[in-house]
């Protein structure tokens, strides 16, 4: 897929990985919708930088983890960008706790944003793709949805479902040539680990990552555009993880 005057919606795409995929689409060409559910300085910041880039940007606040929402959110999206070309769903935050811990209004909160909001998306997105014979999707799952976890039940389950969402969902579009893709973040520095301790970030650098460094935003949006470029990929999960899903280890 070309980039030149495509047209994305990113949801969550006013902070962290998905800010930066919307400025790297950006960048490429793309016209660009951001979401997120707070019209504050950084949604204000990541539309002035898509706009300094030459680039339309609208930003659009809803709340992925309401359907109606998510009716409204990609119907302004379409009206704003004159179509739809690619949508990445990057919305999303941590969600703590054992079984016992995770109580049920965690449990399905959980899966409203990430899962339910994923279906209710692709539904609402994809007759639009399929009209104009080609499209892509990405979705954001983690390297907690591939491995085993501890303390984070809730999360990792809907990032494994996001998983098998893909795959199902980007054979049932092919025939459209919609592809369908998913990317797997490792341990990313955004505010999702700010409450992460010195001890267990060395801990993280000398075992859990085999390079021994934190990921970027920046690199998670680089195998976002490889994935939406590439028309000959669909179906496929792409580790970003510094090699943390492929070894044993604590």
């Known amino acids: 897929m070309l980039l030149t005057n495509k047209r994305a919606l990113i949801t969550g795409g006013t902070k ?15 016209d660009v919708a951001i979401n997120g559910r707070h019209d504050d300085d950084s949604a204000t910041d990541v539309q002035r930088a898509i706009e300094a880039a030459g680039r339309t940007c609208v930003k659009i ?4 983890a309401r359907p109606d929402e998510i009716e409204r959110l990609v119907r302004e999206a379409e009206a704003a960008l004159g179509g739809l070309d690619i949508l990445v769903h990057s919305a999303g935050g941590a969600s703590l706790g054992t079984i016992d811990e995770c109580s ?12 339910h909001a994923a279906y209710f998306l692709c539904r609402r997105a994809l007759p639009t793709m399929r009209k104009a014979g080609e499209g892509a ?9 591939i491995r085993g976890v501890p303390t984070h039940l ?29 990317v797997a973040p490792g341990i ?26 934190e990921g970027t935003c920046e690199q998670v949006a680089e195998a976002v555009r490889a994935l939406v470029t590439n028309d ?8 970003v993880d510094g090699g943390t899903s492929m070894q044993v280890c604590r």
């Open 137 to 145: 999707v990405i979705l954001i799952s983690s390297v907690a949805g």
């Open 16 to 30: 962290g990985i998905g800010a930066a995929i919307a400025l790297d689409l950006a960048r490429q060409g793309c």
């Open 154 to 182: 809730a999360y990792a389950t809907v990032k494994g479902a996001i998983v098998q969402f893909t795959r199902s969902l980007a054979r049932d579009e092919a025939d459209h040539n919609i592809r369908v893709n998913c």
């Open 104 to 115: 049920p209004e965690q449990w399905k909160a959980t899966f409203d944003v990430h899962v």
């Open 232 to 239: 000959f990929i669909t179906g496929e999960l792409l580790m």
């Open 61 to 64: 606040i809803a709340d992925v």
């Open 188 to 213: 990313i520095r955004t505010r999702f680990h700010d409450t992460m301790t010195p001890e267990a970030k060395a801990h993280n650098l000398s075992v859990r990552i085999p390079l021994h460094r």
